[in-house]
């Protein structure tokens, strides 16, 4: 890249890195603008402009002109399911970004024909019916015309999913299956399956059901999470913080990341949470666990911060907003000898906690081991998700030390929260600016990658416009974030949340260099563009993990796909749309996809008989009348 004016200098504190000619925004009060950084060992060593960064380019620093772009501490998502996406990542067809039905059903064929038999193709998360032009869902006859022989499982937010006859065939669904517990097999007029499962409220139907199918061994896991941590790297992550979940045991599931910690091969900053697995075991699982490691063990790469976002399986609520809440029963005996455990052995916790009732009934046992002085105690502790949280539960966390974590979870369902709350309870769901004037620490995340997708973007897009997918607004401005403060709350915040706000978070010296250059400005462009930036250069500790553009080749070398089959190999991960100011391409695209389905519904009609025209087999758009 160019680099003139910049001499190198022979001398022993000679950066590894140096980004030149940006637009920092450092989110340092003390400098909050500058145009260059070095990073020498990990650490930034010098934030200023040239004249500053001069003296540490010697012979073997790497300059890299940021050709006046601007450039961002990395981000960090302080809530998703990093470890668990990364072991099915390339086994994923991902519809993230796809803009219409009719492509993603093209996807699914073109996958299914090349998927070997006893493998299945699923999509799994990352997408919502309504951000597609069609505003639907797929059918069970579209999934058995796409991949007849093939198992096809598409799993639609915490909702529902569809499964063709093959599916069906290989979950071992049969008119003789019960119903499980809190979900539905839809079922025919004859009693069998019909391919739709429904959440009922409880999402275990669908996670159950996603279980039976099979999953990558050996080496394989390892290049799936490279493969799947570069795809975080794409859009400027540099951290996350793993909220565990169901099918997540460990330390069997965690492995996988641990040998890739060993072995330098990280290329993002893991700090995971331990989620009890078994109903009634929980207490003697934290038991062993807390005599086994300590929160903060581990390095800046990989460090275990607490337990969650489950601690008793009976306190947690079900987020399927298609369904009423559900009532849950007792659950506080079992879940405050959890929480006591935890508090009096320096564990901080996470819970899972949609609804002020949940809230409401697990704040009354903390404030009752509050009186015992348990509360507040230094450990860090946080409700996630709270979409319904109430300006009194806010106070109540505030008093015993806690903190909060929202994630764009309404990006995908807030229509369905309209339909079954009404827009005045969704202007409030969650209430962030109520948590922020509260002094609450508020992390930024997605929860990916069941639900939404892990592109943080849109999770930014969504805090500042408070719009759906669907482009639906749900929080209008008095609930809505600036562009400065909801950055802040995917770097600083998720820092704090870890317990390492004094070296993550903002571009300062001392600091760990992670960074963040980015494909458009994210404080100039126009809102709806926020949505489509990406990172274009991301910096982890000094070391390049993603690099396109003018810096293509920049980066590390990684595995090819494995298994050669894999979707990523063909389709890649999230699917970059064109930004919205491109408003002539997107209107054309748009023409194009109505012309082409009224065609298709004048042949349906013609082959039903509905109409005098003959079914044609050959269409041209310019002469058709």
């Known amino acids: 890249m160019p680099v003139g004016g910049l001499v190198p200098h022979a001398t022993d504190n000679a950066a590894d890195l140096v980004v030149r000619n940006a637009k920092i925004h450092t989110g340092d009060p003390g400098r909050p603008q500058a145009e260059a950084i070095a990073i020498r060992d990990g650490v930034i060593t010098v934030v200023g402009d040239d004249n500053d960064v001069a003296s540490q380019v010697g012979p073997a620093t790497k300059v890299v002109d940021a050709l006046g772009r601007r450039m961002v501490p990395g981000l960090n998502d302080a809530h998703a399911h990093v470890i668990r996406g990364g072991l099915n990542y390339v086994l994923e067809l991902r519809w993230d970004g796809v803009a219409t039905l009719r492509q993603g059903l093209a996807m699914l064929r073109e996958q299914a024909a090349r ?61 003789d299956t019960p119903d499980p517990k809190g979900g539905q097999i839809v079922r025919g007029r004859d009693g069998e399956p019909t391919g739709m499962l429904l959440a009922a409220p409880s999402a275990l139907i669908l996670y159950s059901t996603l279980a039976n199918a099979p999953v990558l061994e050996g080496e ?109 029963a007792d659950y506080e005996e079992q879940f405050e000898k959890a929480v006591r455990l935890l508090m009096e052995n320096g564990w901080g916790f996470r819970l899972h906690a949609t609804y002020d009732e949940t809230i409401r009934r697990d704040l009354a046992v903390f404030e009752k081991l509050a009186a015992e002085g348990l509360f507040p105690a230094g450990n860090r502790w946080l409700f996630d998700h709270a979409e319904t949280a109430s300006a009194d539960s806010l106070d109540r966390v505030a008093a015993l030390g806690g903190a909060m974590s929202v994630q764009n979870r309404l990006s995908f369902q807030g229509e369905a929260f309209v339909r079954r709350y009404g827009p005045g309870a969704a202007a409030d769901a969650p209430p962030i600016r109520a948590m922020l004037e509260r002094g609450l620490t508020v992390g930024g995340g997605t929860d990916a990658t069941r639900i939404s997708t892990y592109n943080p973007w849109i999770a930014l897009h969504w805090l500042i416009t408070g719009r759906t997918v669907g482009d639906l607004v749900v929080r209008p401005p008095h ?147």
């Open 115 to 175: 998927t070997p038999k006893g493998q299945w193709v699923r999509v799994v998360g990352g997408w919502s019916a309504e951000q597609f032009a069609e505003r639907r869902l797929p059918t069970v006859a579209e999934l058995n015309a796409a991949a007849p022989d093939v198992p096809v499982f598409v799993l639609h937010l915490y909702q529902s999913a569809v499964l063709n006859r093959a599916a069906l065939k290989a979950a071992g669904f049969t008119r």
């Open 479 to 625: 609930n809505r974030v600036d562009r400065r403060t909801a950055l802040s709350m995917f770097t600083e915040a998720g820092a704090a949340l870890t317990g390492e706000a004094s070296v993550k978070g903002v571009l300062r010296p001392g600091y760990l260099g992670d960074l963040a250059v980015l494909s458009e400005d994210y404080f100039t462009v126009p809102e709806p563009d926020i949505a489509h930036i990406e990172s274009l250069l991301t910096v982890v500790g000094g070391r390049i993990v993603y690099a396109t553009a003018e810096y293509e080749g920049l980066d590390e070398e990684l595995p090819p796909v494995s298994p050669g089959w894999s979707p990523v190999a063909y389709f890649g991960g999230y699917q970059a749309t064109p930004r919205a100011g491109l408003t002539g391409t997107r209107q054309a695209e748009l023409l194009g996809q109505a012309v082409a389905e009224s065609e298709q519904h004048r042949q349906w009609r013609a082959r039903r008989g509905l109409t005098r025209e003959p079914a044609s087999t050959l269409f041209d758009p310019c002469f058709f009348l």
């Open 220 to 328: 394989d896991k390892k290049t799936s999470t490279r493969h799947f941590l570069r795809e975080l790297n794409r859009f400027g992550l540099t951290s996350a913080i793993d909220a565990a979940g169901g099918f997540q045991n460990f330390p069997d599931n965690y492995s996988t990341v641990i040998e890739l910690a060993k072995a330098g091969q990280l290329s993002l900053r893991i700090a995971y949470h331990l989620f009890p697995q078994t109903a009634g075991q929980e207490i003697d699982d934290l038991t062993r666990w807390i005599e086994m490691a300590r929160p903060e063990d581990g390095d800046e790469w990989l460090r275990l911060n607490g337990a969650g976002e489950n601690l008793t399986w009976a306190a947690a609520d079900f987020e399927n907003f298609a369904e009423p809440r559900p009532e849950l």
